[in-house]
C-alpha cells in the first residue's frame, strides 16, 4: 500500500488504509478504522475505533468522527464537523454505539453537528453550522438547527 502519513499523527494497530491516501498533522486513527483509497483526512482529526470510510473522501481539519459512523464514498467533510454515537449521554451506563450512515456523494459544510444514528441520503448537501437529529433524504439541501430541507432535487 502506498499512502502519506504525517509524522506526528497515531494510527493504532489493525488500522487499514487504502492507496494515494493521505493523512495529516496530528490525527489519531484508532484501532480497526478502515480508510479507503484516494482519501484526505486533514489536520486534529480523530477517527474512531472500527469507523468506516469509503474510497474518496475528503475530511476537513477539526473532524470528529466517532464509532459508530460509516462514511461511504465521495463524502466531503468542512472544518470542524462532528459526529455523535449516542442519542442519551450518561456517565453511569454503558450502551451500545448507534450506527450514523453516510451515503454516496454527500458534502457537509463546516462546523456541522451530526446526532447518532441517523442516516444521510446519497447526494445530500448539509450547510454549515446544521446540527442534523433525524434522518435526511437523498438529494437535498438541509440547514438550521435542527437540520431541515430548504431545497429538493439538487
Not at 484508532?30 to 482529526?45: F, W
Not at 459526529?83 to 450502551?95: D, E, L, Q
Request: glycine share 14%.
Amino acid at each position: 500500500m502506498k499512502y502519506l502519513l504525517a509524522t506526528s499523527s497515531i494510527i493504532e494497530e489493525n488500522v487499514t488504509i487504502g492507496d494515494n491516501t493521505n493523512i495529516w498533522y496530528f490525527s489519531h486513527v484508532m484501532q480497526g478504522a478502515k480508510i479507503g483509497n484516494d482519501c484526505v483526512i486533514g489536520e486534529h482529526c480523530f477517527i474512531g475505533k472500527n469507523v468506516l470510510i469509503g474510497d474518496g473522501c475528503k475530511i476537513g481539519n477539526n473532524c470528529q468522527i466517532v464509532e459508530g459512523v460509516i462514511l461511504r464514498n465521495n463524502i466531503r467533510l468542512g472544518l470542524g464537523v462532528e459526529f455523535t454515537n449516542v442519542r442519551k449521554p450518561s456517565a453511569k451506563k454503558k450502551g451500545k454505539f448507534l450506527d450514523t450512515i453516510v451515503d454516496d456523494d454527500v458534502t457537509i459544510e463546516s462546523g456541522v453537528v451530526v446526532q447518532g444514528g441517523v442516516k444521510i441520503g446519497k447526494g445530500t448537501i448539509v450547510g454549515a453550522g446544521a446540527v442534523v437529529i433525524e434522518n435526511i433524504p437523498e438529494g437535498v439541501f438541509v440547514a438550521g438547527n435542527p437540520a431541515r430541507i430548504k431545497k429538493k432535487d439538487l
